[in-house]
């Protein structure tokens, strides 16, 4: 355990020293919030549209700010970096796990992106008003599921950072995911907007448990069985991407060349 802590304390520290990448991308998703709160309050000024008034679209827009802001620090391109240059052959000889290794260096980060969601979700409910909050089973829920946006969301980057054995270029890899994550995940339109069998398609994948999942729990369009049920999927896809990823780097090794050999 202590190697694995060591590799989130660096990862932490790492952060702390660059913090003005860290602004910068706070910033981007903090603005993304700003600019969609704008525009979602003039859409629902006179009513709803597919379910949602504006104090629903309000404290969903701030859930999915709140899950875009976690597990945003750079680890994916340090690793993707280090596949390209064949420098990950120096951490296959290291005695830790690989995977974990990368994962604790993912939630070395977190405490910090969480402070900044605090700041950030306190200053915009003092300027717009107080949200509601579910009641005491499902905010538990609902904060399991918040939990579960960590390796989840690490799992996703993971797995989509692996590609680098396959490809000798990161970015294209990078924007493909972060589109796919977007629209699926209901981060820009909730799921409830989309045509029934794509709403359908993305609930159950592994995306919507980065922001539809706690959204829509914490504002009470999903409660009781079915918000286990979401839960329990989030959890599903967690297990699935983690051993999937670990086949996965296995196939990718065999790609892996060093100095010709």
Same mark, same amino acid.
């Given at each position: ?71 945003? %620090? ?31 260096? %993912? ?92 709403? %359908? ?11 539809? %999942? ?21 959890? #599903? ?14 196939? #990718? ?9």
């Amino acid at each position: 355990m202590r190697p694995y802590l060591a590799h989130a304390r660096a990862a932490a520290l790492s952060a702390l020293a660059y913090r003005g990448n860290f602004l910068l991308s706070l910033g981007g998703v903090a603005f993304q919030l700003i600019a969609l709160l704008a525009v979602w309050r003039v859409l629902l000024t006179d009513g709803r549209v597919g379910g949602f008034d504006w104090p629903h679209m309000r404290a969903y827009l701030i859930v999915a700010f709140a899950s875009a802001t976690l597990v945003g %620090t750079f680890v994916d391109f340090r690793m993707s970096h280090r596949i390209r240059s064949g420098l990950v052959a120096l951490d296959l000889v290291k005695p830790v796990d690989y995977q974990r290794a990368r994962f604790a260096e %993912t939630a070395g980060g977190v405490w910090i992106e969480a402070v900044a969601v605090v700041v950030i979700v306190a200053i915009t409910v003092a300027a717009g008003g107080a949200l509601d909050t579910p009641p005491g089973p499902m905010l538990a829920l609902f904060a399991a599921s918040m939990v579960l946006i960590v390796p989840l969301k690490f799992a996703v980057s993971y797995l989509s950072t692996l590609a680098c054995f396959w490809t000798e270029n990161f970015v294209g890899v990078l924007w493909a995911r972060q589109a796919l994550t977007s629209l699926l995940s209901g981060a820009l339109v909730p799921l409830a907007f989309f045509p029934g069998w794509l709403a %359908t398609a993305a609930q159950w994948s592994p995306f919507a448990g980065l922001t539809s %999942t706690p959204a829509l729990i914490f504002i009470g369009q999903a409660s009781g069985g079915h918000a286990v049920l979401l839960v329990v999927a989030q959890l #599903g896809w967690v297990l699935a991407m983690w051993f999937g990823a670990r086949a996965l780097f296995r196939r #990718g090794l065999r790609r892996l060349t060093v100095n010709g050999g």
